[in-house]
């Protein structure tokens, strides 16, 4: 009872502490800007708005099925077509309409203070795949790309994850040594040719992914064909189990 009483004065401190920082600092929506209610959120007009992934998903892929989970693992055509060379994958979000908007602010508009909220929401769309020391990895961007964006956008959505989860994170386990042109409207086969030998472990970090579970994060998943490679890498490289998550997944008739 003593304990109760005492974190109960303790969270009327802080709940007026954060009331007071509310009224100087008022949260602003991610999307729209407007005062909403919560911190680093939506409010409800964008919550509606921004399509979210929830119900039965493909296990290999994470893109959206139709029907209810049954507890059994279920993949969609093309992944039961060409197996992926990872365990599991999942996407917060569906690539399109404020999704899509909100990413591209993270990725070119340098809007770095999404990261925050988009881990979480990673976080929880990837609750499933999280395990006990599991490396977390981002897709790597050339160092051109980076001088141009200033940040990886996957490394900061990947170090929120980590503080999000509690789990390790290396930023720079995975380097990507040749500039890769654009993949868009390249079939599977070029878009692997051209990814081939681009991707490469960073020969100091070998040590860091042996025998361990990795949790491969990218902002934005297409074909997979980027994270295709990564995952052959850390296989390679004598990684345990891989896994991919998202922040958003296109969606195949888009
Ligand atoms: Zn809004
Ligand atoms: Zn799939």
């Not at 203070?113 to 599991?134: F, N």
Request: with cysteine; proline share 6%.
């Amino acid at each position: 009872m003593e304990s109760g009483s005492f974190i109960g004065r303790n969270y009327r401190i802080l709940q007026r502490i954060q009331t007071a920082v509310q009224l100087i600092y008022p949260a602003r929506c991610l999307g729209c800007g407007d005062l909403t209610e919560t911190d680093f959120g939506l409010c409800g007009s964008c919550w509606r708005d921004t399509p979210f992934i929830g119900g039965l998903v493909c296990e290999s892929c994470g893109v959206p099925l139709p029907g209810a989970p049954d507890g059994h693992r279920i993949e969609c055509d093309d992944c039961m077509k060409t197996p992926r060379p990872w365990s599991a994958a999942r996407a917060a979000l569906l690539y399109e309409g404020k999704a899509r908007s909100l990413i591209l602010a993270l990725k070119h508009g340098d809007r770095p203070e999404l990261a925050r909220p988009a881990a979480r929401w990673m976080a929880q769309a990837g609750r499933d795949l999280i395990r006990d020391d599991m490396l977390i990895a981002p897709v790597p961007l050339h160092w051109s790309r980076l001088v141009k964006r200033r940040y990886n956008q996957s490394a900061l959505l990947a170090q929120h994850l980590a503080r999000e989860t509690g789990l390790d994170v290396c930023p720079d386990l995975l380097k990507r040594r040749v500039r890769t042109p654009v993949l868009d409207g390249k079939t599977a086969a070029e878009r692997a040719d051209t990814l081939s030998g681009a991707i490469s472990p960073h020969p100091g970090r070998l040590h860091r992914m042996h025998g361990r579970d990795v949790l491969l994060v990218d902002d934005v998943m297409t074909s997979g064909a980027t994270l295709t490679a990564c995952a052959r890498v850390c296989r390679e490289a004598g990684a345990n189990h891989i896994f991919v998550l998202a922040l958003a997944r296109v969606a195949k008739d888009a």
